[in-house]
């Protein structure tokens, strides 16, 4: 009996001598993960030691080149920056450079539901975006992507209240919409008194109805570039047309661009995309109509509307790009062209969605041959 008392006495004093060197251990442990914890606190990553300014610029270098447009959401838009941490989303918000160029585009993937959803969510952030703008120089697209066939009516007038409060900043405007989308706010933008910075607008699908009203972007001292797709009537568009000097019509008819022309007398690159819908030539053209562009430099084609080009007066042409050309034979006046206008044309670019046999060689000698006085001379299929 005593024996197994002091064996138990030995085996408590074995114990406490092992729990003492398992407590010491676990102080050591403690201490250890005290010291590595206080060096992770310590560690700061080193895009977050950089001055707020400098990633401010490297923020605006994730997207797009201004003008070019971002979407108000997904992977390329700047809120994308602010859902990294919350030092980032700062940075982002104080950043207006980052919300300057706003792109609200109507996709055919919508639902009706969805296309309801979007609108609302899209309204919220471009609103956001323009305060956010400060006072930079805007660059905005509302745009409709949807085919025909999904096409239904939708009001973007919301939007066109926000942009005409702060027009007065915008610099580049897109506005292609299709005729179902109202912008008659936009339309009505006479009531406005002033677009200082207006440069570069775009107006796309232009409504084909009597009732659209005018469109006035008289008041915009700067402006000089100018996109239009599918414009109906001239009267429809009231432009400072004398300041221009870039023009892009597509698919507009013969008549409307040639009533267009006769007021762009300091144009110095044009360029006529007509549509499949285009009216021909022909049949639209007036027969005595003569247009000088004394100052136009440079100037894009289609084969189909060379004959467009006999009304024209070019001294000063020095680019001439023509496209759907198949062979020499469908430049066959150009020659007559040149010799009249008396320009010394530097470049000549010809394009082609035909077949790969009408763009070898012996077709780029042809063209040389054709037009020896012509410096440089450019053919290519695409």
């Known amino acids: 009996m005593l024996s197994s008392l002091a064996l138990d006495r030995a085996r408590i004093a074995e ?9 010491n251990s676990l102080v050591a442990l403690k201490n250890e993960l005290k010291s590595v914890q206080a060096r992770l606190d310590a560690y700061r990553y ?60 109507l996709s055919s993937l919508w639902s009706p539901r969805g296309l309801c959803l979007a609108l609302e969510r899209g309204l919220k952030l471009f609103e956001a975006w323009l ?51 109202d912008l008659s706010q936009l339309a009505s933008v006479s009531a406005v008194s002033l677009m200082p910075l207006l440069r570069v607008l775009k107006l796309g699908s232009w409504s084909t109805e009597d009732s659209f009203p005018v469109a006035r972007f008289l008041n915009a001292p700067l402006l000089r570039s100018v996109h239009i797709i599918r414009l109906s009537s001239p009267s429809k568009l009231q432009l400072p047309w004398h300041q221009l000097t870039s023009l892009i019509l597509e698919g507009v008819s013969a008549r409307t661009s040639a009533a267009i022309l006769q007021k762009t007398v300091n144009l110095v690159d044009f360029r006529l995309r007509p549509s499949m819908q285009t009216t021909p030539i022909d049949s639209d053209l007036p027969g005595d109509m003569s247009i000088s562009l004394n100052h136009l430099e440079s100037l ?67 063209y040389r041959s054709k037009f020896p006085s012509i410096p440089t001379i450019l053919v290519e299929q695409c």
């Not at 114990?15 to 407590?23: C, H, M, T």
């Open 300 to 366: 894009e084609i289609e084969r189909q509307w060379i004959a467009f080009l006999s009304s024209l007066t070019l001294p000063a042409l020095q680019s001439l790009k023509i496209t759907q050309c198949s062979a020499v034979a469908d430049l066959w006046s150009l020659d007559n062209l040149l010799f009249r206008w008396g320009c010394n044309l530097e470049r000549l670019h010809v394009t082609s969605k035909g077949s790969s046999n009408y763009f070898g060689d012996s077709t780029r000698d042809s």
């Open 131 to 181: 305060t956010r703008s400060g006072s930079c120089p805007l660059s905005i697209q509302l745009k409709d992507a949807r085919s025909s066939a999904a096409l239904t009516h939708v009001s973007l007038n919301r939007f066109a209240e926000i942009i005409i409060r702060h027009l007065h900043h915008v610099e580049h405007i897109d506005l292609s919409a299709s005729d179902k989308v």
């Open 46 to 105: 080193p895009i977050l030691t950089m001055p707020n300014e400098m990633v401010s610029h490297i923020f605006v270098y994730t997207l797009p080149p201004y003008p070019l447009c971002s979407p108000l959401w997904g992977h390329f838009s700047p809120n994308a920056l602010g859902q990294v941490c919350r030092k980032w989303r700062d940075i982002a918000l104080s950043t207006p450079m980052l919300w300057r160029a706003p792109s609200f585009v």
């Open 15 to 23: 114990l406490n001598s092992q729990i003492l060197a398992v407590q």
